[in-house]
């Protein structure tokens, strides 16, 4: 795994990477700290990067870099699946590549970190693996999250709302994991995301119906 650091105590990690479904010691309450390291040291990267944003502009930053599918994305880039110890169930049904799990399993790791070394060296990880994010925001995409700025765009068109559907709805309550479709449906543009949550898929849907539209209509054109 390319963490870029090295555990005096490699049975820490062992734990940061053991779902419950595998057994016991796992990675739930290693998830809890790491989950407040994640949060804090974003928090401290944004609010020194954007020194003019608001409380609730740096608020909607975060949760767009701390969100399940951020963290599923950095943990596929680490290849943190390959080393997941799991049951045999999630085994079979491909749990190593479940966003849930991977997101929870960073987490996990953060807090691995934080009592192999100390907070610091957890939060410099953390620093490495979101600096690159922080540094490419754009603000003028990050003001409104892309349900908002597509609706607009319709709008501002006269354009009928898009309609959003479920698609697919798999696993249990904790760990659920959505397919929706955004039909913008005067146009025959219908899109798909996926996330685990309802919400997180529709974004992700609404974001490449912007891409889409932004093609059909180039340069504001209406």
């Not at 963490?3 to 049975?11: A, I, K, N, R």
Request: with cysteine; charged share 25%; net charge negative.
């Amino acid at each position: 795994m390319a963490l870029d650091y090295s555990f005096g105590q490699p049975d820490l990690l062992r734990q940061a990477l053991t779902h419950r479904s595998f057994g016991s010691p796992n990675n739930e309450r290693f998830e809890f700290v790491g989950d407040s390291i994640l949060n804090y040291t974003v928090a401290r990267m944004l609010y020194d990067a954007f020194p003019k944003l608001t409380e609730g502009e740096l608020s909607r930053l975060r949760a767009n870099l701390v969100n399940q599918n951020t963290l599923a994305e950095i943990a596929q880039q680490l290849k943190l699946g390959d080393d997941l110890f799991l049951g045999e169930g999630e085994l079979k049904s491909g749990g190593f590549n479940r966003p849930s799990i991977l997101a929870d399993a960073l987490e996990a790791t953060f807090a691995a970190v934080s009592f192999d070394a100390d907070f610091a060296r957890a939060e410099q990880v953390v620093r490495r693996l979101f600096a690159e994010r922080i540094a490419t925001i754009d603000l003028t995409k990050q003001a409104k999250d892309a349900k908002t700025r597509l609706q607009e765009a319709l709008q501002a068109r006269h354009l009928a709302l898009p309609k959003y559907r479920i698609l697919a709805q798999t696993g249990e309550a904790h760990e659920q994991w959505f397919k929706v479709e955004c039909d913008l449906g005067e146009l025959a543009i219908e899109t798909t995301g996926e996330g685990g949550s309802r919400r997180a898929a529709e974004q992700q849907a609404a974001e490449v119906a912007l891409e889409r539209l932004a093609a059909r209509y180039p340069q504001g054109k209406k």
